[in-house]
């Protein structure tokens, strides 16, 4: 199936009839919940990063892993529970859109980058004693690729509705 033909799907499914029937309030809703996904996720993203990278380095890694990486998952979760019924909403309109084809690919490299990154023997010592210097730099790459790709999806998705 391509992309015409799944968002074409998507506008004709149950959620697309859904999402057109709650009233003109809840799109603008849906909208914001969709905002509040996204900064959770990348304010929580950008925090961990910026450790990653250097920055606060008096406070342990484990200390702000832990609760950056909860907060990051549920604002995730938020960001595709309220996208899915948007896009839904009037999907065909999207067809040929170039920022589409930018956002949900440099998601799906953002999530294989967080894959990557935890299953480094860095990421995995780090909550049980300090890092070495090539282990620091290791991160630090997943660092800078995940500010990209995420910073990528966020310029995607706020240029979808101004083509
Ligand atoms: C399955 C997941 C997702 C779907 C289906 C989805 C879908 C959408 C849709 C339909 C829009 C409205 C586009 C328009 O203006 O017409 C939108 C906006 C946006 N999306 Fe997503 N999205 C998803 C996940 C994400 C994620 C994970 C991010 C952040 C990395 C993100 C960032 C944005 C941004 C920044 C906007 C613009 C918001 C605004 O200015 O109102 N989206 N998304």
Avoid: Q
Avoid at 113 to 119: K, Y
């Amino acid at each position: 199936m391509d992309i015409a033909h799944a968002l074409t799907w998507l506008e004709h499914s149950p959620l697309g009839a859904l999402a057109r029937s709650l009233g003109v309030w809840s799109y603008g809703i849906i909208n914001l919940a969709h905002i509040l996904g996204i900064t959770m996720l990348f304010g929580a993203i950008l925090l961990l990063d910026l450790r990653l990278l250097g920055a606060w380095r008096s406070i342990p890694l484990s200390a702000i892993s832990r609760p950056a990486t909860t907060v990051a998952m549920i604002g995730f979760c938020v960001a595709v529970m309220s996208g899915l019924p948007m896009l839904s909403v009037k999907s065909t309109d999207y067809i040929g859109n170039p920022f589409l084809l930018i956002k949900f690919p440099a998601i799906a490299l953002a999530l294989a980058n967080v894959w990557l990154v935890h299953r480094t023997e860095a990421w995995r010592a780090h909550r049980t004693r300090d890092l070495m210097p090539a282990e620091n730099r290791r991160l630090a790459v997943g660092a800078i690729l995940s500010l990209t790709f995420w910073l990528t999806a966020i310029t995607a998705g706020r240029m979808i509705g101004y083509w």
